[in-house]
């Protein structure tokens, strides 16, 4: 995306009662969103409206949905769907997507986004766009799972570990990642009894102390192309775990991220790109005042 361009007018909301929001579709590394600039005007979404607007045949399809919203202490604030109608506390890609919509309507490197994941900095160098998604959450109760357990040794089968991000990861440490049934196994973990949430699933094979390879299933029922927080997860279980170090390239199907975990958070690095613009159907969604 070309430094300095500014968001349309349109992004903002046609004042007319008629027309649905305009949206812009954006990924990083194929995990995809619908990114609805709600500052100006609010947009109240329902279940069914998202899971419309999710919709791959009938609707426009995402991996998650993001609004952004104003906020008087930070950049904005955003909000995160599931396609299935679920809200998120996080999401990293689709964070970093917010991040560089915001920076380049106004040329700066740096915005501060507000989530359910909390205050989270974003920075751009060299064409990439970093995000700082916190501490990992590592007690039961944080992540959460049903009951008091040790997170890193799960009972389950294939030793499993769990993680928060915001949301809940389970992670297995498997030899061949391409080998893994993603939607079977995917599926059964997500639904797991001792996920209250429900869970990400992911599959990772560690290729070196300095690589891993990962592939995902996220809690709302897909396989993605990429997950960002699953990739936070994923190197943080690995690091804990002793397969490899703190500052790791993450291999997905859409990519690769580089997850760095500092003192000060999970910082995550990658590519974003700008799809297509368009305009949801009259009466999809409610646009208050």
Do not use: Y
Not at 174 to 186: F, H, I, M, T, Y
Not at 210 to 218: D, K, L
């Amino acid at each position: 995306m070309a430094g300095g361009r500014r968001i349309s007018r349109a992004m903002r909301m046609d004042p007319s009662p008629r027309p649905g929001p305009v949206f812009l579709k954006m990924h990083g590394l194929g995990n995809d969103f619908v990114v609805i600039d709600a500052r100006s005007h609010a947009v109240a979404l329902s279940t069914a409206a998202v899971r419309a607007i999710g919709d791959r045949h009938r609707g426009v399809g995402f991996d998650q949905l993001v609004l952004i919203e104003a906020d008087a202490e930070v950049t904005a604030r955003l909000r995160f769907w599931n396609p299935d109608g679920s809200t998120a506390d996080a999401c990293g890609n689709g964070t970093r997507c917010a991040a560089r919509l915001l920076m380049d309507e106004t040329g700066a490197e740096r915005v501060v986004l507000r989530t359910g994941q909390g205050v989270l900095a974003c920075v751009a160098r060299d064409g990439q766009v970093s995000v700082n998604m916190g501490p990992p959450q590592l007690r039961w109760d944080e992540i959460p799972l049903s009951g008091p357990m040790d997170p890193m040794a799960l009972p389950l089968p294939g030793d499993p570990s769990a993680a928060g991000m915001g949301n809940p990861h389970c992670v297995f440490v498997v030899e061949d990642a391409e080998a893994v049934d993603l939607r079977a196994r995917g599926r059964e973990v997500e639904h797991h009894p001792l996920f209250p949430q429900r869970t990400n699933v992911e599959f990772v094979q560690v290729l070196d102390r300095r690589t891993i390879r990962m592939r995902v299933w996220e809690r709302g029922g897909m396989v993605t192309l990429a997950c960002g927080s699953g990739a936070c997860a994923a190197t943080v279980v690995t690091a804990l775990r002793g397969l490899t170090g703190r500052a790791v390239e993450v291999r997905l199907d859409g990519g690769s991220l580089w997850i760095d975990w500092r003192d000060d958070g999970v910082w995550m690095t990658g590519p974003t790109a700008r799809v297509f613009e368009g305009r949801l159907a009259p009466g999809l969604v409610d646009t208050p005042g």
